[in-house]
């Protein structure tokens, strides 16, 4: 720290991201990108003429790409919102729907950015305790009411919850902003975007950097009354309004375009999904039943740490967390077939070692 930072940061702990380590090649399964490639039509649009307008700003209203999802999702274009992935988009909610007197409310265990934001822009929060399956209650956000914010499905678990009881939460704080990040609902839950025409108080938030195969890219796009959508303009025109770059929405706007070759592969990853689930289970793991393209597991035997470590000296990555309540699991994102075959591989070895340890 230099003696020169405000002294309103001195303590803030920011966001750790995954490691991207670059000392040896790894299995990555540790940041739930997607094993595909973007759609070829991406790589086509990423072209010579593109490049050569980088010397001129990008459109600040993101008016193509905006116009291409509304399409895409049966919305008005004054009903989306585009950003520097859903991160920007996140910090720009918590910048604006909460504060003052309202506080933030979201799940104990969830994103890790949701406690980031709200330090970073001293914003009070209640960090509401899961119940014992690791799944959010929606009922204690009916009662617990501010700006509330919930993955669905949840990150790290995968537990999601049904539309009908988002829609509990939302008409249960019509004070008060409800944002829902859908990074991964493309993967198996539904989505509740369609309650914005009913609600102005929801604000739904996705991203292409998982199902849609585009994390390096940074973009994020988030529904929501015109009105919310304004806010977050306001927010986005006080902070950079070019966030997000040429190249980015000309990829966007061809990822739009071809829709289908992302549905394929998220269906490829539910069924890799389900064939991961069995087959650790039948290896003693308990799994949690997930519906976004990662699994929450843990072994009785095996504490997540060495877990953790064991798969990565052996070249396969995956997430721990140390918070207590879930310091026993480790999140495996699915990846391609061939990564998965490798993981279960390994992870037979190590509970092997694990007997080895106790006899
Ligand atoms: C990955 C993730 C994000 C961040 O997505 P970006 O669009 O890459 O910023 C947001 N929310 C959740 C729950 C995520 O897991």
Redesign the pocket.
């Known amino acids: 720290m230099s003696r020169f930072l405000n002294k309103k940061y001195e303590k803030l702990k920011s966001y750790t991201p995954g490691e991207q380590p670059r000392d040896m090649k790894y299995i990555k399964l540790n940041?739930?990108e997607s094993p595909f490639p973007p759609s070829p039509l991406v790589a086509k649009a990423i072209n010579s003429k593109e490049i050569s307008m980088l010397q001129l700003y990008p459109d600040p209203q993101c008016g193509e790409l905006c116009e291409k999802i509304a399409e895409l999702y049966s919305v008005k274009q004054e009903n989306v919102f585009v950003a520097?992935?859903?991160?920007?988009?996140?910090n720009f909610a918590f910048m604006a729907f909460c504060g003052d007197r309202k506080k933030a409310v979201f799940p104990e265990i969830?994103?890790g950015?949701y406690k980031v934001f709200s330090d970073l822009h001293n914003i009070e929060y209640t960090a509401v305790p899961m119940m014992e399956d690791l799944s959010a209650n929606y009922k204690d956000y009916c009662k617990d009411k501010g700006f509330v914010v919930i993955?669905n499905p949840?990150?790290p678990t995968g537990i999601a919850l049904s539309v009908s009881e988002i829609e509990e939460i939302v008409k249960n704080n019509l004070q008060n902003v409800v944002l829902i990040?859908e990074?991964?609902v493309d993967f198996g839950a539904e989505s509740c975007y369609p309650l914005i025409n009913k609600y102005d108080n929801l604000l739904v938030?996705?991203?292409?950097?998982?199902s849609r195969s585009m994390?390096g890219a940074?973009?994020?796009f988030a529904f929501g009354q015109k009105e919310l959508i304004d806010d977050l303009n306001k927010l986005k025109y006080s902070t950079n309004p070019y966030n997000v770059n040429r190249l980015t929405l000309a990829a966007g706007v061809a990822a739009i375009s071809d829709n289908d070759y992302y549905m394929d592969n998220c269906k490829k990853i539910i069924k890799l999904r389900e064939y991961v689930t069995e087959e650790l289970s039948e290896q003693g793991f308990d799994v949690i039943p997930s519906k976004a393209n990662f699994l929450f597991v843990k072994n009785k035997k095996l504490e997540g740490e060495f877990l953790y470590s064991e798969l990565k000296k052996r070249g396969v990555l995956v997430r721990h967390f140390s918070d207590e309540i879930i310091k026993d699991y480790i999140r495996i994102s699915i990846g391609s077939k061939d990564d998965m075959d490798v993981l279960l591989e390994i992870t037979k070895i190590i509970i092997k070692m694990g007997d080895i340890y106790e006899n």
């Open positions: 940041t739930n520097n992935g859903s991160d920007d988009i996140l969830s994103y950015f993955a949840n990150a990040d990074a991964y938030v996705s991203t292409f950097s998982k994390a940074r973009l994020g």
